[in-house]
Every structure is written in structure tokens, then in C-alpha cells.
């Protein structure tokens, strides 16, 4: 599979180098749909990060014996959140994937392996 960092950093570079095998990379889908990953990514790790402290909370108010119901109700929400966050996160992922393999030998990371290995 085609190194993501190498994506994000020259992308530029690969579509040119894709570009004479006659390839053309659809910068701007893929800008597009990179964009989106990262703000999922944010996102699942703001929600996991809020659902660790509610999730201290709860143990704190349990163990002073005070009502943990609306914590409960908050960490239920948070949960559901990052499990939707993580979901689209997984779609945008498999399209990025399914937009650079198709599974054949003149996929666009097997092609550009070769050309950089060349270069």
C-alpha cells in the first residue's frame, strides 16, 4: 500500500510521477477526503479523551456515594458519539483505500513503488 506520509507530504510529486504512467491523481479528492480523516481523527480522540474523564467521574462519585446517573447518562451519549465518529472515520478510510488499490498490478501504490524505487 501506497505510504501514507509520503502522500500527505508530496503529493504533488506522485501525481507527477503517476501522472507519466498515465495515471491521474485526483489531488483535490484526495485532499478532500484526507481533510475529512483528520477532522474524524480529532474528533475520536477529544471524544476519548472526554469519555476518560467521565468515566473517573463516575468512579469518584461512587466511591463519595453520590448519584452517578446524569455522569452515566453523559458517558451513554459520549460512547454513542465516538462510536458514529469512528464509523465515518472507517468509511472515509476504506475510500481512501479503495481509491488507491484495486487489487490488480497496475494499482496506483503498486505503480508508484516501482517508480520511486526507481528514482
Known amino acids: 500500500m501506497l505510504d501514507?506520509?509520503?502522500?500527505?507530504?508530496a503529493i504533488d510529486e506522485v501525481a507527477a510521477k503517476l501522472g507519466k504512467r498515465g495515471f491521474k491523481l485526483d489531488i483535490?479528492?484526495?485532499?478532500?477526503?484526507?481533510?475529512?480523516?483528520?477532522t474524524f481523527q480529532v474528533r475520536?480522540?477529544?471524544?476519548?479523551n472526554?469519555?476518560?474523564?467521565?468515566?473517573k467521574e463516575v468512579g469518584k462519585a461512587k466511591a463519595s456515594g453520590k448519584n452517578v446517573d446524569e455522569v452515566l447518562g453523559d458517558l451513554?451519549?459520549?460512547?454513542?458519539e465516538l462510536k458514529?465518529?469512528?464509523?465515518?472515520?472507517a468509511k472515509i478510510q476504506v475510500e481512501l483505500d479503495?481509491?488507491?488499490?484495486?487489487?490488480?498490478?497496475?494499482?496506483?501504490?503498486?505503480?508508484?513503488?516501482?517508480?520511486l524505487q526507481k528514482s
Not at 458514529?84 to 472515520?89: G, H, K, P
Open 44 to 48: 475520536m480522540q477529544e471524544l476519548q
Open 76 to 80: 451513554k451519549k459520549l460512547s454513542e
Open 84 to 89: 458514529s465518529a469512528e464509523e465515518q472515520y
Open 50 to 55: 472526554d469519555r476518560n474523564i467521565r468515566s
Open 28 to 38: 483535490a479528492k484526495v485532499n478532500a477526503l484526507e481533510e475529512k480523516r483528520k
Open 98 to 115: 479503495e481509491y488507491f488499490d484495486n487489487g490488480d498490478k497496475t494499482s496506483i501504490p503498486r505503480i508508484l513503488t516501482l517508480l
Open 4 to 9: 501514507p506520509k509520503l502522500l500527505r507530504n
